[in-house]
């Protein structure tokens, strides 16, 4: 079983919708990211935050807002998104935002997003 | 030039074969490297991770490092169908701007047929 829970599993929404994905970890851990993967691309790192402080957006589009309440909920809010916005959004957490070999990133199962 | 480089596949294998899945990286900065498996419809789990060179054993799973050559390896020795995934390489730098950042290979996505 997964610590790190994400809703909804699949998500299919026009370009005009407002949508809302949630992640939730249950590892106690401080760091929490979001991460977009397409079909035969890397994992593409979208934000991170570090004890609920945004601490890198990877020039991601303005149309992805994210939001962190606190260490144990992540939300990404989306809205007038692309066709080419249709991907796996991965979230991950980790103990803190400053990586190393004792602090790995355990991934969620991804909300799969397809834009019509 | 990519930062991690990973060859797609898909690669196809009998049962109980050895398996070698390989990345290669341009930043020498890079010191942690780690293999996430990836099975169909669930998100990456940690599979072995490894800090500098040398190599990392674990039951059937061996990561090897070479910085020297900027190469990293995962060989899974009598493989299985329930190996069947996509592997992916990651890796992040202990210093500098890309402190804690972990960059990623494409993947390999990998058979075993019974």
């Known amino acids: 079983e997964t610590g790190v829970t994400q809703t909804p599993r699949h998500l299919v929404m026009g370009m005009t919708n407002k949508k809302s994905l949630k992640c939730e970890q249950h590892l106690g851990h401080n760091a929490m990211y979001w991460y977009k993967q397409s079909a035969k691309k890397p994992l593409e790192l979208m934000f991170v935050y570090n004890f609920k402080e945004q601490t890198e957006n990877n020039s991601v589009p303005s149309r992805f807002s994210p939001e962190c309440p606190n260490s144990s909920h992540l939300f990404l809010h989306l809205h007038t998104l692309q066709p080419e916005d249709s991907a796996l959004y991965l979230c991950?957490?980790?103990?803190?935002?400053?990586?190393?070999?004792?602090?790995?990133?355990?991934f969620g199962d991804g909300t799969r997003l397809s834009i019509l | 030039q990519k930062e991690v480089e990973q060859d797609p596949g898909p690669l196809s294998v009998p049962e109980g074969a050895i398996v070698s899945l390989n990345c290669t990286y341009s930043?020498?900065?890079?010191?942690?490297f780690m293999w996430y498996r990836q099975y169909s419809r669930k998100g990456p789990e940690l599979l072995m991770y490894t800090y500098s060179s040398g190599n990392k054993e674990d039951g059937r799973f061996t990561a090897q490092v070479d910085k020297s050559s900027k190469y990293i390896s995962l060989f899974i020795r009598d493989s299985q169908p329930s190996d069947s995934a996509t592997y992916l390489c990651a890796m992040s730098a202990n210093r500098g701007s890309t402190l804690g950042r972990l960059y990623f290979g494409r993947g390999t996505q990998l058979t075993v047929w019974p």
């Open positions: 991950a957490s980790s103990p803190s935002g400053t990586g190393g070999i004792n602090q790995p990133q355990h």
């Open positions: 930043n020498s900065a890079f010191q942690y």
